[in-house]
């Protein structure tokens, strides 16, 4: 069987492109978790497998084990403990983002990243990161979180331009995740931690079992369940206290939470199956199913001032409903103002007078009826995802191909988003409004067909001329569903100034509703050879054609040079795209957002829908992209060390469009148009391609290994600058602040530092994590008081296992071990630290909540 689980990972590399790093299957019997055995790796070549040391580009290579190792819930926050380059943050009010958290490779959105499983390309998630932080405002990336470490062999990090190999979204790099392919054996364990604070209580359950699949195969098998509780790091918000004060009673202590979401019922299942067909061919199948329910918090509703629920002047009086007016008659209803302190500040309208008097007539009604205190909807989803893939590879032993390798697979991922939003309202709909919704979903679907053939050619050189070419058919949809009647509809009450639909995040009406797709044809060659025995070089093309934009060609050329047996350098320059997503071309969504302080609902809407079109919106296309990247590499024993630097030009990035006021003088001309309703819209957003910009840095990797303290001992360095400069853009669409973000919201300088140690009966590793300066945002807003440039900070990661017996291991650790605090908000007249209930900028590079501590339970059979 060896050949023939060689020849599959050969035949895989023909399937993913000059990037990532496979690992050879183990025969029966063989170990395979020896982290002194030398790392190989596919990913970066289409060639046989070669080591990371002879990779013409930079790779990182993350053992599942190592993975394993960690207090985060989620791969996502266990990947960036060991990659610095990768980067994802809490995302504790950012609407869909908060459900799906998007993340960054070298500091380019997520959707610049391509992923793969088991070489293959993953679907994207249908969530689109409407208030991603920045550099991901308006990403849809596919959805990593979902991959448990468990189902992982290892993971393959590319760190350079592959778009010449994959396609579309590998401008910053391709990320590959391998699954486990043992025939035998496996593993269960139960982890259960919390933070110091006492809260994010989390518990994972989670398996591996390796099956034979007759004589001349595998089945192996994954699973992951996973709670988690929220937590908040709030105070109470000045504007909360007052009504307190005042005596209204219905008012929460905190109003608002700021905080990580609730995690419920998160339950992930792997399969990967391979079986040897004899005659040098092989079947392989692997797919997965994951649910889960998220829940997260929105801005507190004061019950005062909110603007087309409790009041339309700011403040000064509630918006009170007149029933006979709905009905054609006169108004009738009086004024509520609301009551004023000698120091300006609120009284309480619930015992006023001219309240009171409202109340005791059944023609009128305020929303405060119904929501005294006020308000905090809310906001959550059911995100479902599955996927599967299937096919063919091995070698063709006859005919005119003969003495060629091939891969013929097909791949099927859909990934579902139903939203739900609670403690909320439907304005318009007056005191028949329910409290609860169902606001629609996103559903993303995606197909793919690849064929990959590949040859080896005897031209007189040192090694053969690898030959490989191929194509892909794609199809990619997004869907819109309508959410229930009561969250989007128009009720009696808009005429008087009453919000439509439910209030924060807007159903999807019957007009959104609809599938869009999108399909494209790729075709590739690449070839690859030594000249010398010391001297690789390699070049591929790519041509791709869309439906809906055209067409583009992409290149690389890569090549790497042996000085002496220790040191050798490595370049590669590359062209490379990003198709817009058809999410980005038709979604449509509401949103709640903080601009200077006052909180404004912003509509997004299709760059071509008229009210879009009106404030520049245009046909989307793709970004283009140029990488330039050297390095060198050096071994010597049990050290190992290499130094790569980078350039990233990208054009015509594609983002979120920061708000647009929709002003008063357009309205009429807006009506013409065709948009309804132009003045219960505050602002408008769409996505475009607006601005250029070049990211720079330097990758450090180092890892050194020797006997100490009786047992064996491991040190890694790994450290990233990474400095973006916005070229161009268009201020128009893209505000000052956003730029500030995109270039500066992540730290230029990010390493890492982990000594591990090994014993017979135990095992111990302190990580140092260093993060630079950044600039810290507080709930997405720029202005003064509420951003300011972050200090650099350190936090510490440890953790002590012991192997009481060869099944049977215990472990307890913990992230941020210190407690290090993240950047608390500024104070003061004008600071932002409060005022929505914050206490720390969320928008940091770790984790706000502090310290976590957890233990583990784990048995290998």
């Known amino acids: 069987m060896s050949r023939n689980f060689k020849l599959r990972h050969l035949t895989l590399a023909v399937g993913i492109a ?187 359950v989670d398996g591996n079992i390796g099956l034979p699949f007759t004589d001349n195969g595998f089945a192996n098998f994954s699973f992951q369940l996973k709670n988690v509780d929220p937590t908040s790091r709030s105070v109470q918000r000045p504007d909360a206290a007052n009504l307190i004060d005042q005596g209204n009673t219905d008012v929460n202590d905190p109003a608002q939470i700021w905080g990580n979401p609730e995690v419920e019922d998160d339950i992930t299942i792997f399969g990967n199956i391979g079986l040897d067909l004899e005659d040098d061919k092989e079947a392989y199948l692997f797919g997965n199913y994951s649910e889960r329910d998220v829940t997260g918090g929105f801005y507190y509703r004061n019950p005062h001032n909110r603007g087309n629920v409790f009041s339309i002047d700011g403040g000064q009086t509630l918006l009170v409903g007149d029933v006979a007016q709905s009905e054609g008659a006169a108004r009738s209803c009086a004024v509520v103002n609301i009551p004023k302190n000698p120091d300006g500040s609120d009284g309480n309208v619930l015992t006023s007078p001219e309240y009171l008097a409202m109340l005791a007539d059944p023609n009128c009604f305020s929303m405060n009826s119904i929501m005294p205190g006020g308000y905090t909807p809310q906001f959550g989803g059911n995100i479902t995802d599955t996927s599967i893939t299937g096919g063919v590879r091995g070698d063709i032993n006859a005919g005119l191909m003969k003495e060629w390798s091939f891969d013929l697979s097909a791949s099927v991922g859909r990934n579902e988003s139903e939203f739900f939003l609670k403690n909320t309202l439907n304005p318009s709909l007056g005191l028949s409004t329910p409290t609860n919704f169902q606001t629609g ?41 309508s959410g229930e009647e009561s969250s989007w509809k128009a009720g009696p009450y808009a005429d008087q100034g009453f919000n439509i639909g439910s209030h924060g995040f807007k159903g999807f009406g019957p007009e959104s509703q609809g599938r869009n797709e999108r399909r494209n044809w790729a075709f590739y060659a690449d070839v690859e050879t030594y000249f010398t025995e010391g001297w690789m070089v390699g070049a591929a093309v790519r041509y791709e054609d869309f439906n809906t934009f055209g067409d583009t060609t992409d290149y690389k050329v890569t090549t790497q040079f042996e000085i002496t047996d220790n040191l050798s350098i490595r370049a590669s320059h590359s062209t490379g795209f990003r198709a817009p997503t058809v999410g980005q071309e038709n979604v449509v969504n509401t949103q709640t957002s903080l601009v200077e302080g006052e909180l404004i609902q912003s509509f997004l809407a299709p760059p071509t829908d008229p009210l879009s079109a009106f404030y520049g919106g245009k046909v989307l296309q793709p970004e283009e992209s140029t990488s330039y990247a050297a390095g060198i590499v050096y071994q010597n024993g049990d050290f190992f060390l290499t130094v ?60 050194y290994s020797m006997g100490l303290l009786g047992g064996d001992t491991k040190f890694s360095l790994a450290y990233n600058f990474n400095d973006t400069t916005v070229d161009k853009f268009n201020p128009e669409t893209t505000s000052e602040g956003k730029v500030e973000r995109l270039e500066d919201g992540i730290p230029d300088h990010q390493a890492t530092f ?30 003064d008081g509420w951003s300011e440039t972050a200090d650099s900070t350190f936090t510490l990661d440890g953790e002590v296992s012991w192997y009481a017996t060869d099944s049977l291991t215990f472990t307890v650790g913990g992230n941020n071990l210190l407690d290090e605090e993240a950047q608390e908000l500024q104070k003061g007249p004008d600071g932002a630290y409060s005022i929505v209930g914050g206490k720390y900028y969320e928008s940091g590079p770790f984790d706000y909540n502090g310290a976590f501590y957890y233990g583990k339970v784990t048995y290998k059979f």
């Open 18 to 204: 000059l990037g990532s790093q496979p690992v050879l299957a183990a025969e029966e019997g063989e170990a395979v978790a020896d982290e002194n055995i030398e790392q190989i790796v596919v990913v970066g070549t289409r060639s046989a497998p070669r080591s990371v040391a002879d990779s013409p580009v930079p790779v990182d290579v993350v053992s599942g084990d190592e993975l394993s190792k960690s207090g985060a819930s989620d791969l996502l926050d266990a990947l960036q403990s060991a990659v610095p380059s990768f980067n994802v943050r809490a995302q504790p009010i950012s609407d869909a983002a908060t459900l799906i958290r998007p993340v960054n490779l070298r500091g380019l959105s997520s959707d610049s990243t391509l992923i793969l499983v088991n070489g293959k390309r993953r679907h994207r998630a249908s969530v689109i990161a409407f208030q991603g932080g920045g550099v991901n405002d308006g990403a849809q990336g596919p959805d990593i979180s979902v991959i448990p470490s468990v189902a992982l062999k290892q993971v393959e990090v590319l760190r350079d331009g592959a778009s010449a190999q994959y396609g579309s979204d590998a401008i910053a790099g391709v990320m590959n995740f391998i699954l486990r392919d043992d025939r035998d054996g496996g593993s269960i364990s139960v982890k259960y931690g919390e933070f110091s604070e006492g809260d994010g209580e989390t518990t994972v």
């Open 441 to 481: 979903k996103y559903i993303q679907l995606e197909k793919t067909f690849n064929l990959d053939l590949v040859r080896g050619f005897d031209i007189g050189l040192a090694e053969d001329l690898n030959f490989a070419f191929g194509a892909e058919w794609r199809e990619e949809s997004f869907e819109i569903v």
């Open 754 to 783: 982990t000594v591990s140690q090994s014993w017979d009966a135990f095992g111990a590793f302190l990580r140092f994590n260093y993060f630079g300066e950044y600039y810290a945002v507080h709930a997405d807003d720029t202005s």
């Open 644 to 703: 790569d630097a980078y350039s990233i030009e990208v054009t015509d990035r594609l983002a979120q469009s920061s708000q647009i006021d929709v002003l008063e003088e357009d309205w009429d001309d807006l009506r013409d148009l065709g948009v309804k309703n132009p003045e219960l819209i505050s602002a408008v957003t769409y996505f475009n391609n607006d601005f250029d910009t070049t990211t720079e840095g330097v990758d450090v990797v180092a890892n």
